[in-house]
């Protein structure tokens, strides 16, 4: 038996192969999807592998009859025959058993691949060093796994485009690129100036009113513009007070609301304004009846832009967890808080990445009204990396 195997783009392919080799008898073995090709395990072409085998026609030789006429010489020697046949066969069938060296070739090659690939499995895919770098400040970073290969894949196949010789700069730069690019298209930026109310919204430590200080002293220092104040954080009298601080300072005028009705009174008071920044009470957010009391205070449907503060202190999941009991109103985008309070900036990229909402500002310290950054890609990806200045 003739064994061979053919490796071709599609079937129809392997067929017409094996016709032409083998002819019309040749039967399939086996065929399976392989991918060949690529480097370091990618990019690797789809490739069909087929197994495929014929006989070669054999002439046994009948040896004739010794008496016609005589029926026990007749039996005899058609018994001798038939014997003869079966050892035949028997001596074929253990040829065509018995493994050619292109066999045994073949299936040692199949072996060290599936060892191979098995390896790979194990340990992941081998990176140059500049990359090994990088795998490693993103891995630190805490960004998701699947953005982490991602970005790892895209590395190494700039790494061979350039023919295998950038720095860690230059690989660095890349990142920069390969993450932005994963992020582009997401609103970010600071206030957007086409609504009227700013709202900034958020669980209780995060730094909301201090964070609304800041924004508010860019929009009278900055921006020119006339502000107000409203607050529905009766919850916690120091927060009153740190807010009619920072009304004093920037001498803009504070309203507290207690109810909806209060909230309109207060805005048809302020209307003159160009902007209303509203600082809404920290709470617990895993109580959902909070968030819910957010909509029986402050009239989220009339002209308003509404800002989630996170704090880069928490854990991602807890972050996940606030961002899901507050979407029951409409967030705008997001802002991250206490920036220099830690060295692990990946669940800022990991939540814009999953829920689509950009980010307004990073604030990195507690002053006012420094120590705010307007957020864009570019930003988050140098906070992430290390590289920002």
């Not at 490796?7 to 065929?31: C, F, H, T, W, Y």
């Not at 014929?54 to 039996?75: H, M």
């Not at 058993?97 to 060892?115: A, G, N, T, V």
């Not at 507050?326 to 800022?348: P, Q, R, V």
Request: glycine fraction near 4%; hydrophobic fraction near 40%; proline fraction near 3%.
């Amino acid at each position: 038996m003739k064994v061979k195997k053919y490796i071709a783009s599609s079937m129809p392919d392997a067929m017409k192969q094996i016709r032409a080799e083998l002819g019309n008898e040749a039967v399939i073995l086996n065929s399976r999807v392989v991918h060949t090709g690529g480097v370091l395990g990618f990019f690797k072409k789809r490739s069909i592998e087929v197994m495929a085998a014929v006989d070669p026609k054999r002439e046994i030789e009948k040896k004739p009859l010794i008496n016609p006429a005589s029926p026990q010489k007749r039996t005899s020697s058609y018994q001798s025959q038939k014997k003869a046949e079966e050892q035949t066969r028997k001596a074929n069938l253990q040829s065509d058993i018995k493994p050619s060296d292109e066999m045994i070739k073949e299936i040692s090659d199949l072996k060290r691949m599936m060892s191979n690939l098995a390896a790979t499995q194990q340990s992941g895919p081998s990176y140059p060093e500049a990359i090994k770098k990088v795998q490693a400040i993103l891995n630190e970073q805490e960004l998701e796994k699947n953005l982490q290969d991602q970005a790892l894949v895209a590395l190494l196949e700039k790494w061979h485009q350039s023919g295998a010789g950038a720095g860690d700069s230059e690989v660095l730069e890349w990142t920069e690129t390969e993450l932005e690019r994963e992020i582009d298209g997401i609103p970010f930026g600071g206030i957007s100036f086409t609504k009227k109310y700013i709202n900034v919204a958020g669980p209780t430590g995060v730094g909301k009113t201090t964070t609304l200080a800041k924004m508010a002293a860019e929009c009278v220092i900055k921006h020119k513009k006339k502000v107000a104040f409203i607050t529905t954080d009766t919850y916690r009298i120091a927060a009153i007070d740190q807010l009619k601080t920072y009304a004093k300072i920037l001498n803009v005028p504070l309203e507290v609301c207690y109810t909806i009705e209060d909230f309109k009174q207060a805005a048809e008071k302020l209307k003159e304004n160009d902007l209303i920044l509203i600082d809404t009470a920290g709470r617990n957010f895993r109580n959902k009846q909070y968030v819910e009391d957010l909509l029986n205070v402050i009239d989220f449907k009339n002209d308003m832009e509404t800002f989630l503060v996170l704090s880069l202190t928490a854990k991602q999941r807890d972050m996940e967890d606030i961002y899901r009991q507050f979407s029951i109103i409409d967030i705008d985008k997001l802002i991250f808080t206490k920036a220099d309070e830690t060295s692990t900036y990946g669940a800022m990229y990991n939540l814009i990445h999953k829920y689509k909402k950009g980010a307004a500002y990073i604030t990195n310290g507690q002053d006012v009204p420094d120590d705010i950054l307007a957020a864009e890609p570019n930003v988050i990806v140098k906070q992430l990396l290390g590289t920002i200045k």
